[in-house]
């Protein structure tokens, strides 16, 4: 049978997935496994590699077991910002994976912040001196553990992101490399020049001699193993999760936004081929970089709580949200400020805490877990509003594993005033990463590449309910901000 199928990976916070299409971006199979998260220490959030390498193959076997063509090519998506440091000569992790969600560096951070060459990383990276990027918890590692950092400066050991340590296994550890999504996204890469940048490093305190070697996302050069993974396949494509899932939804020109919503919630707006100005709060980053084209940057509002809060208010025992029917805004209810991550755009504070205002002797469980969601849905109005200040996207499109959830959805919609497209296939980020591998390849035929709208979700709550809602929930997040300092 000629090579015909393109194989994605999509490694998440919360599972490993990998779904093979063909060239007309028609699903073929899928397969899936858990992602298990340690909170070993309050703000330590971290994963097991060697898991969730086993996971991946364990995923990529299951699909190429059902024996729906051959393999033209891999792509590889991944959790940005996680990392990991591993044996050069053995491949063993050195460390656990350091999750997007750990908060250990954040009074490094605003220590660090205090230092006059502290103002050149927003300037350089486009984003912020915050523990949510991989360099402060890497050089907060460095800090406290020297036989670490002694074995990195005697160039024994590999940082990389999770779709390079993937990737460094996948192909037998042939080569260190990764690409611009997710190297922009360690605070030690240029954003203008996307390539390590000395400064940056000296700052962090990161050797040089633990960085792969950043290549364009279309183009990474790596071949799959037969040996590490059961067969052999050019893995032609890598991207980090939401640049991913931008493409996915077919956002590839200048002006075109998407929402994910999964673990966090994720706006993406592509601003084209020229670095852009980010307004305050935001994060200007690189959407992916071209052999051909070169880079496409994007704007990033960014809230870290959506499916993981919400699973955490059900773990303290109050109702499943996904049993919530929509709103009703006209009842009576609390607020809650639910952030075990902290807060992202546009505040960016790291504290971890659950604020309820309002609640009274009526308030019941249900009362509580509902106002848990609209927290979730309030926090992606304050991320879309700080995009706003500059661009607007009246449309959002939308995908992830929480784009199933109609309450969550409609809220979301009421608060921010905005229509949502969602998607047809939700597997946004893992349909992204094989559009890239497939065209790379020269296999997409057509227009396979523009994805389906599933349904619209129009706003329901009139102007001055919604003026109402925002105005209670910004009291509210003002007492959490004001007592957690």
Known sequence: MP??????????????????????????????RAVALHRPAPGVVEHDPDALLAGALAAVSEVVAQGDGDVAAIGIASQTESFVLWDRATGQPATPVVSWQDQRADMWCQAL??????????????????????????????????????????????FGDIACWLAWHFSGGAEHVTEPSN????????????????EL???????????????????VGLVASSAAIGFEAPLEAMLGDQPAALYGQGCTTEGLATLTLGTGAFLWLNVGSARPEPPPGVLATVAWEK??????????????????????????????VDTLEALDWSRPHPVVVLAPAGLGTPLWHGSDRITVLGATSKTTAADLAAAALAGVAHQIAD?????????????????????????????????SGRAL???????????????????????????????GIARRVDPRLEAGGRARERSRWHEALEVHVRTAT
């Open 3 to 32: 090579a015909e199928v393109i194989l994605a990976v999509d490694q998440g916070s919360s599972s490993t997935r990998c779904v093979a299409y063909d060239r007309h971006l028609r699903r073929r199979g899928a397969a899936s």
């Open 113 to 158: 912040s205090g230092r006059p060459e502290a103002a050149a990383v927003r300037a350089m990276t486009g984003l912020g001196l915050d523990s949510t990027f991989s360099a402060p918890k890497l050089g907060w590692l460095f800090e406290r553990d020297k036989t670490l950092r002694s074995r990195a400066e005697a160039g024994e050991l590999l």
């Open 183 to 198: 190297a922009c996204r360690s605070l030690l890469v240029d954003l203008a020049t996307l390539r390590w940048h000395g």
């Open 201 to 219: 490093l000296e700052l962090f305190g990161v050797p040089a001699a633990v960085l792969p070697e950043i290549r364009p996302s279309d183009n």
């Open 291 to 320: 052999r051909a084209a070169g880079p496409t940057y994007a704007l990033e509002a960014y809230c870290p709580n959506a499916g993981n809060a919400l699973r955490l208010f059900h773990e303290l025992g109050f109702p499943p």
């Open 383 to 415: 991320a879309l509003g700080a995009l706003d200040h500059d661009h607007s996207a009246d449309i959002l499109r939308v995908g992830g594993g929480l784009s199933a959830h109609d309450a969550l959805l409609q809220a979301v919609a009421d608060l």
């Open 421 to 451: 497209e969602v998607a047809a296939d939700p597997e946004s980020t893992a349909r992204g990463v094989a559009t890239l591998a497939a065209e790379a390849v020269g296999l997409l035929d057509g227009d396979a590449g523009t994805p």
